[in-house]
Every structure is written in C-alpha cells, then in structure tokens.
T-cell receptor
C-alpha cells in the first residue's frame, strides 16, 4: 500500500524565484491538502484540492497556488520567493471529500537564500 | 481564528514512566487527532477522535475527546526510547471541514 510521496526531498532557491513541489496521494485517496511547517511550529494549512478544484484556503497570499490532476496527484507553486518561505512543505491526503484522518508525506524542505 | 494551545512544550522522562499531554482550544472542534513527528519526517497519525467524551486507545497510547469539545488529552503508558519525538494535536473546527489546525507540539525525550 503506497503512502503519500513528495518530490523533491530538498530544494534550495534564491529570493524572487519560483518553485514547484509535487505530491502523490496515498493509494485510494482523492483529496490533497498542503501545509507549511516552519521550524519549531506545527503545520499551517495552505489549501486543499478535491475534484481538481481548490476547496478551502488558509491565510496564505496569492503567491501560493496549486493544481490537482485527474490522477489525484497535486502540485504546489510558490512565486516570488521570500526568505520567510523557507520551511518544510507537507502534503496530506484523505478520502471521500472530507479532511478527516489526513495522512502526511515526508515533506519537501525548501530553503530560500 | 481557531488556535490550539498545547502543553507542556517539552518533557524529559525516564523509560517506563507514563506521560500526559493536552491541548485546549478557544473554540469547539468536531474532530481531534494526535500525530507524532520524527526529525526529517512527516507527521504520523496516532489516534483520531470524533465524539465528545470518546476515549480511544492505540497500544500504549490513549486519547480522549473532552466533554466541552474544546480540549483533548493524550496519555502514553510505560514509555520506551522509541517514543521520542514531537507530538502534535490537531483539530477540525465547525465550518472548517477540510483543514486541520495544529498545536505547536510537545517534544518528548525518554532517557533509557
């Protein structure tokens, strides 16, 4: 049973650049959420995708955008990177359209210099 | 917005001891979940709670959904070295079916 996978594992970008992170949900799951986890903090909800639509969004600027593909995989895009965007980006998946029991991937560590 | 206060911030215990940690909210939550995160990894779901007053166990872990729906507790019995990690509570609030709100975590250290 394949769990949630994310790529890449680590990424280093320069301020002002753009980045794309990728996520494949757990087998049988159709809903993907993205979270940002700063050092020493709990994960913060960015947005959730279901049926290829953004269904709910947290308190993040429009520089953060996403996409869900027909096979339920998802991308997170961040434009005009700031130093404060450095964090662990986590993808979580669940099934059935609700956010209960979200299962997380290992994350992508983004460093902005 | 919804905020979760998790305590204690950190704990240092001896192997074999029992551990308790809790989470409180300023607003009502419909679902409470407890996760454990190891360094460099994503959070792993330990226990999910859906009803006020519910008490659920997973091995040596026991969690409770508070009667007021504004708090939850996690207990670990007979701790072992592999219990080391950061424990997070997370909740789903009314009108927010899709997102989880997380606490800041409790760092658990177990001395063998």
């Amino acid at each position: 049973d394949a769990g949630v996978t994310q790529s890449p594992t680590h990424l280093i970008k320069t301020r002002g650049q753009q980045v794309t992170l990728r996520c494949s949900p757990k087998s049988g799951h159709d809903t993907v959420s993205w979270y940002q986890q700063a050092l020493g903090q709990g994960p913060q909800f960015i947005f959730q995708y279901y049926e290829e639509e953004e269904r709910q969004r947290g308190n993040f600027p429009d520089r953060f955008s996403g996409h869900q593909f027909p096979n339920y995989s998802s991308e997170l895009n961040v434009n005009a990177l700031l130093l404060g965007d450095s964090a662990l980006y986590l993808c979580a998946s669940t099934r059935g359209g609700f956010g209960y029991e979200q299962y997380f991937g290992p994350g992508t560590r983004l460093t902005v210099t | 917005g919804q905020q979760l206060n998790q305590s204690p911030q950190s704990m240092f215990i001896q192997e074999g001891e029992d551990v308790s940690m809790n989470c409180t909210s300023s607003s009502i939550f419909n679902t409470w979940l407890w996760y454990k995160q190891d360094p460099g990894e994503g959070p792993v779901l330990l226990i999910a709670l859906y009803k006020a007053g519910e008490l659920t166990s997973n091995g040596r872990l026991t969690a409770q959904f508070g009667i007021t729906r504004k708090d939850s507790f996690l207990n670990i019995s007979a701790s072992i070295p592999s219990d080391v990690g950061i424990y997070f509570c997370a909740g789903q609030g009314k009108g927010s079916n899709y997102k989880l709100t997380f606490g800041k975590g409790t760092l658990l250290t177990v001395n063998p």
